[in-house]
Each structure stands twice: as structure tokens, then as C-alpha cells.
């Protein structure tokens, strides 16, 4: 039997690369099972997944890393370019700290570890296609040590200070519309508040990972941050 408690939104169209069939299974029927969601299409290797791409755009893909005939981080690459306004989040066996930060970078906005209890999944997409990043605990350990033992630039190397003169990075309408998206507000929240069209939301936000070379929007806010463009 289907949830009733989200009835009133739009469906989250779920897409799905994944190889493993039982799990792959598991999590059509979580998407099966929720009455808020709607499952948009199915993969079992990165061939298909990348096929998958040139079809109407989902709402959230789900990614497995280890696929057969190569790595679902070219998925993930190709649904940042190809899906901009869809959300990706990765589940896989692998837990070590390259295939996090190499799926952060390619665009991943999620990452959790397929010993997921399956009957959490539907909330973690729900969060994802809210504009939220379910990682699990494990996966933003890694993250975090990652960044600690980075080693800091040279003096040289860091950014100059702007002086008054310097044009901004970001228009005072695109600061706005990331405030929006690091406080966890959707494209279409965000529209409503600016009023906006949605389209012209998903504008904005292309502009701003364009400018601040980003794929994601983990990667937007923390590179944000960095260059002190939020308050």
C-alpha cells in the first residue's frame, strides 16, 4: 500500500543506475511504495545510465559506482551537463576517500553506503530532491578529514583581497538565490519567495556554478564560503 502523507506535491521522478538486482530491486520498491514518487527509469550499466540522460530529465538519479562497463562517475558527470536541475546522489559498496570526493566533484549532491537500511531511502530522497545533501555519517567523516589535511596555500598562492573597484563574482540577485539554496530552499520555493519563474531560478543557479566552476550545489556553497560571498 502507498504513503498518503505526500499527496499533495508533485511526484519526485526517481531514476535509478544500478547493477546489482537486488538492491537495484529494493529501491524500485521503495519508489513503488511512496505515493509522492514515480519511478523514471532504470539502468543496469553506464551505458544505459548515459542513454538514460538523453530522455526527459528526472528529479533525483540514484548512482552506483561500480558498474560493469565502466565507473557511474561519467554518469554523474554527464547528469550535471545533461539533467542540471535533477539531484544525484551515489550508492555504493566503496567508502574510501577518492571515490567520495571524485563523486562530490563530478557532481554528486548525496552519498550514502548501500548498508543503508533500504526503508530509510525514501526520506534521503525526499531530503535530496528538496534541495538537501544526505551523506552518510561514515562518507562526512571522510569529507571532513579530507579537508583538515589539506595543507594550506602559500601566501602567494592565496586569492588577492578585492579592493571596492573589483567587479563582483556573483550579481546581487545570484547572492540571493544561493542564500536561498544553502538555507535548503528548492528551485521552485525560491521562486515563489523571489517571484520568480522557476525556469529563470534554474538560470541563475547554472550562472552561479558556472562562475564559481562547480557542478554541484555541496560544491557551490562550500566554494562560496571559501571566497566569503555568503554573509
Request: proline letters at 6%; a negative charge; one cysteine or more.
Amino acid at each position: 500500500m502507498k504513503q498518503t502523507d505526500h499527496n499533495d506535491a508533485r511526484p519526485i521522478h526517481v531514476a535509478i543506475v544500478e547493477d546489482d538486482p537486488d538492491f537495484s530491486n529494493a529501491l524500485i520498491l521503495v519508489v513503488d511504495h511512496a505515493a509522492d514518487m514515480r519511478l523514471a527509469g532504470r539502468a543496469g550499466t553506464q551505458a544505459e545510465g548515459l542513454a538514460m540522460l538523453a530522455g526527459p530529465p528526472a528529479d533525483v538519479l540514484l548512482v552506483d559506482l561500480g558498474l560493469p562497463d565502466g565507473s557511474g562517475i561519467e554518469v554523474i558527470r554527464a547528469a550535471a551537463r545533461l539533467w542540471p536541475g535533477c539531484s544525484t546522489m551515489v550508492s555504493t559498496n566503496f567508502g574510501d576517500e577518492t571515490h567520495v570526493m571524485r563523486s562530490i566533484e563530478a557532481g554528486a549532491a548525496g552519498y550514502l553506503l548501500k548498508d543503508s537500511s533500504p526503508s530509510r531511502m525514501a526520506d534521503e530522497i525526499r531530503s535530496l530532491a528538496s534541495g538537501g545533501s544526505p551523506i552518510s555519517p561514515i562518507i562526512a567523516r571522510q569529507v571532513l578529514a579530507r579537508f583538515r589535511h589539506q595543507p594550506a596555500a602559500p601566501a602567494h598562492q592565496q586569492p588577492a583581497v578585492p579592493d571596492e573597484e573589483a567587479p563582483a563574482l556573483l550579481s546581487q540577485r545570484e547572492k540571493e538565490v544561493l542564500d536561498y539554496i544553502t538555507k535548503g530552499f528548492t528551485a521552485h520555493e525560491i521562486a515563489s519567495l523571489m517571484e520568480l519563474s522557476h525556469f529563470t531560478v534554474r538560470t541563475f543557479v547554472r550562472r552561479i556554478y558556472s562562475k564559481l566552476k562547480v557542478t554541484s550545489k555541496a560544491e557551490a556553497i562550500f566554494e562560496a564560503r571559501t571566497q566569503g560571498l555568503l554573509s
